[in-house]
Each structure stands twice: as C-alpha cells, then as structure tokens.
C-alpha cells in the first residue's frame, strides 16, 4: 500500500495544476482555498471494502455542516484499477446513496487515471478533464452544486469549455504537468 500522505499529496497536485489550474472545474477553487475539501484514503482492495469506507465516508459528511466539510475525496490506490471494474462500481456507489436516504442530498462524481468517455479513444486528450492519480470518489453536496451552478453563467458550457482546453492542450501540454501518481 503506497504511503497515504503521497497519495493525498499528489492528488492535492492534481487538484491545484489541472483541476484548479485549467479551470475544468470553476468551483473546486474556492472550497479549496476554504480548506473544504476533505482528502481521505482507503486501504481497501476489495470493491466491497471500498464500498464500506465509502459508506462511513457519505454518512460522515452528510453530518458535518459544509462550511466545515463541503466536499469529500475518497482515493482509492489499491482497488478497482481496471476502469471498467471501476465503473462498474459506481452502480453500487449510486446504490449506496439510496441506501442512506442521501439520494438528492449528497451525490458521486468518479475520477480515475484510465477514465474513459462512452465513444471516445482511450488515448483522447478530452478523457482526461476525468483522470486523477488514483481511482477516486469525489462526494458532493447536492446544495453546494446547486449554489455553485446558480452562481456561474452558463454552466452548461464548462463541458464544452474543458474538451477545447484539452485539444489545445494536448497529451504533452497534460503530460508536462506532471499530475499522475508518484
């Protein structure tokens, strides 16, 4: 199991270089400033051990007022590398939030270094707005997405936004951040 302060450390890279750095994300600036982001890093290497620290992990944060936790980083370095495993998972992820009742309170975005679009290339540069280090759960309040949408013109171009940054970015433009796991 690698060490979970470099894992936490080149997530955080991550986050500030491309996340924050490109913009792919125009609200991850501002809980991160606010130290609101919550990095926390599971031993599991089972998808059903996953699922249970992803359990405490909603539970934990459907508890604690967002000014304190807004948002929650659930990394993943010893489990489900395969992205199809991966996204196979994120159904019981999504199962787990009705489980809780937290359907339409908290919801779970993935990031994962193969992330692949539905009818993409492996190797396109646009896969990449949703590759982080590690496999990773992103948590989210579904309050705090609301108020960050209602806040930003035109929400719906970010989408847009990120795939033209990454064309003209490119695979050494990315590769020269050096955002991948140590």
């Given amino acids: 199991m690698k060490d979970p302060n470099i894992v936490i450390a080149d997530t955080v890279g991550w986050l500030e270089r491309a996340v924050i750095g490109l913009n792919l994300c125009p609200f991850a600036k501002s809980v991160h400033v606010k130290g609101q982001v919550h990095y926390t890093v599971s031993t599991a290497s089972t998808p059903q051990a996953l699922l249970q620290d992803l359990i405490d992990e909603l539970k934990q944060l459907a508890t604690l007022d967002a000014k304190d936790?807004?948002?929650?980083?659930?990394?993943?370095?010893?489990?489900?590398?395969?992205?199809?495993?991966?996204?196979?998972?994120?159904?019981?992820?999504?199962?787990?939030?009705?489980?809780l009742a937290l359907d339409g309170v908290l919801q779970i975005a993935s990031l994962h270094p193969s992330y692949q679009f539905a009818g993409t290339a492996e190797d396109d540069i646009t896969n990449f707005t949703n590759r982080s280090p590690y496999p990773t759960l992103h948590l989210l309040r579904e309050e705090s997405i609301d108020r960050a949408v209602a806040a930003f013109p035109n929400p719906e171009v970010i989408f847009e936004t990120n795939m033209r940054t990454m064309e003209s970015l490119g695979q050494e433009g990315w590769d020269a951040l050096e955002v991948g796991a140590s």
């Fill in 69 to 99: 936790r807004d948002t929650t980083l659930l990394i993943a370095p010893a489990c489900l590398q395969d992205f199809l495993d991966f996204n196979d998972f994120l159904a019981d992820a999504d199962q787990a939030l009705v489980d």
